[in-house]
Structure formats: C-alpha cells, structure tokens
C-alpha cells in the first residue's frame, strides 16, 4: 500500500499552547511527522555568549594584525595550518570527552546525562553535542576508529552518523551488534564524506538508514517536532482520530496527541504510584493474613508516591558543586541505605533518583557501577 499523506494544523488553546503538526507518508511502511509545539514552558535553549571566546594571545594578535599584509600563498598556507590545528583540537576534545566520561564526572556534578552537561555545563549546541558523543561511543566500542580519525581518515560527523546507524540497527534488532558486526560497517564508510556513509546505510538497511527523530525549538513557545513511525503506528492514530472524531473533527493530531498524551501521563503515574489516587496493588498482599509476612525488596505504592511527591517527581541527586540534578528521565526509587546492606522501606530511607544516578549511587554502596550508563 502507498499512501501519501500531507496535512498541517495549528491550534490555540486557553492555555497557551500551540501545535502545528505535518504528516507526511511516502513509503508503504515509514512515516516522517513533524510538529510544531507551543507550550507555556519556557525552555531555557539560549547559549551563554557572554564567554571571552574571542581573546587572543598577544603572538594571535600580531598575526591577526597583520593579516593583511600576508601575500595569498601565505594566507592559504596559515589557513592550512589553522585547519590543522582545528582538527588536534577536535581529537583533543573527543579523547579528552570520553576520559570524563568514564569517571562519570557528568553525575557526579549533578547532571542526568552527559549530553546535559555539555549543553548546560560547556555550552555546546546541541547538535555539537550529539554529534562528539556519538563520535566518543563508536570510539569506545571500535578502537580503530579512534585511529582513523586521528590520521584523518574518517571525520566527526561520519563516525557520529556511524553510531546512529548502529544504535538504530540494534533498536531494530533489538540486541547489541557484535564488534566484528560494528567493524565491518565502519569499514564500508571509512574515508567517506557524511552524504557517502549516508547512500551505504541506506544499501545496508533502508529502514535503520531512515532519518532521525528531532526536536527543534523554534521560538521559546515552539518545537518542531520531527518523528518516523512504522505502518503499525500510523493505523493506530488513525483509528484513535477515528474515535476521536466527535470530540475533534478537525482531526487535529496535534489536538489529538495532546489529549492521548495527558491520558498517558495519568495512567502512567497511576501505574507507578505517582498520583493522589494510587490504588494499592493487590497481588503483592499476602493472601492469607496469618501468614508470617517475609521482608519484600518491593516497596509499597503509598510509600512510592510520598518519596515521588516529596521529590515533585525529580531527581534529588545532589552533585559534588551543589547542583541537583532535576532530571524527570527514568526516575526510580534508591535505598539511601541499601536494602542489601540491612535499609528499610522507610520513607526516610527513600530518595527519588533518575536511573543514570540510581547507578551512580552504586558505586558508593557496593563499589562498581552495576549498569552500564554507556548504552
Ligand atoms: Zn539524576
């Protein structure tokens, strides 16, 4: 089947929120939807430019002087150089980026994600960000990559559309690509430029090598959103916009996502304790009330909701500089005592932590990090 699907909206509430959402099928089993969100959440997306980037050395500021008077096969062979230098320093950051990132200096300041410390903590674009990561975990896991950049045979934004080809090919599979498995394909790309490596992902897998989801501020009250979803996904909205219809006959799936999405938010937090009216799950009463009650790792849905409220449902790590961490993401419930160490179930005892500091944790009270946060 071969749909092709265009459709736009925009929307304004009492509450201040916009959407514009386009859809737009043209494969028979791939999706590419995109939307404009307005919401009353002020994102805080703006780089600090208030840092002395642009202060010289006092030998850069006589070159800089005398620029000018540099004949054009000078300036070329300065320009080289400077292009040289550019990319040590790249190296540089990359090795340097993945020596912090084994210490977990990131956590340990009080950030949920290494990619939150550097946009927040260094001031990286976003997409500088994304893409030195990406570049730093194909290095992790294929050595030879660490050596091809350095000798100039691959490039940062090649190894990082690298990885996310790997990481989606795994998504798929839904198991780790061997090592020989991520050698050959960095092998296949090897000295190409991003657009090359780009057509041999799409020879390798068309589905993996589709594009990658994006989120895009567009103004502090708009993100453009940018998602691909599989046939499968795309009948279900279709049938929920169906049942929606009454309620939205417009059929705005920017109306529609937000109304499924606050019905998700309330079933989830019921289901995980979060909310006033958590019903306490049965099956892990006993069934019969004389029976001598053994002490359970699993901790009560009351007790999970007071640490998740008293939390306001962030993480409550507290960095080595005074930062908490805030992180919303993957937040799980952490004995301060642990319960294999004799810790109790005691609200007290109990802090709401995301799971990157969940883990971190660990290392405190056992001595090793027991997931690895680099998946
Ligand atoms: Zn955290």
Known sequence: ??????????????????MNMSINTNTNMNTNMSMNMNTNTNTNMNMNTNTNILSFSKSEAVE??????????????????LILREKRLGDLILL???EMNSRRIYAQL????????????????????????????????IPEARAALVSGETNLSTMAATQGFIRKLESEKKAVLSFQEKKDIFDTVKGKTQKEAQAAFVTLNPTAALPANKEKPLTANHTLLQVTVDQETLQLLQEVKSLLSHEIPDGDLSKILKKISK?????????????????????????????????????????????????????????????????????????????????????????CLCKVHNTFRTKETHGYWWRDLDR
């Open 64 to 81: 800089l002087n005398n620029l000018k008077k540099l004949s054009d096969a000078a300036l070329i062979e300065g320009f080289k150089n």
């Open 1 to 18: 089947m071969r749909m092709n699907t265009n459709m736009n909206m925009s929307i304004n509430t009492n509450t201040n929120t916009n």
């Open 110 to 141: 009080g950030y949920g994600s290494l990619f939150e410390f550097l946009v927040k903590y260094f001031h990286l674009s976003e997409s500088s960000a994304y893409q030195r990561i990406n570049a730093m975990k194909l290095i992790q896991s």
């Open 96 to 98: 340097n980026l993945q």
């Open 263 to 351: 019905e998700s938010v309330e079933i989830l937090k019921n289901k995980k304790g979060r909310s006033k009216g958590s019903k306490i799950q049965t099956k892990h009463r006993s069934s019969k009330p004389c029976e001598i009650k053994k002490p359970s790792r699993y901790i009560p849905i009351e007790t999970r909701r007071l640490v998740f409220q008293k939390a306001q449902g962030r993480c409550e790590f507290i960095g080595s500089d005074g930062k908490r961490c805030e992180s919303h993401y993957q937040l799980e419930i952490d004995h301060k005592l642990a319960w294999s160490q004799g810790g109790s179930h005691d609200e007290a005892n109990l802090s």
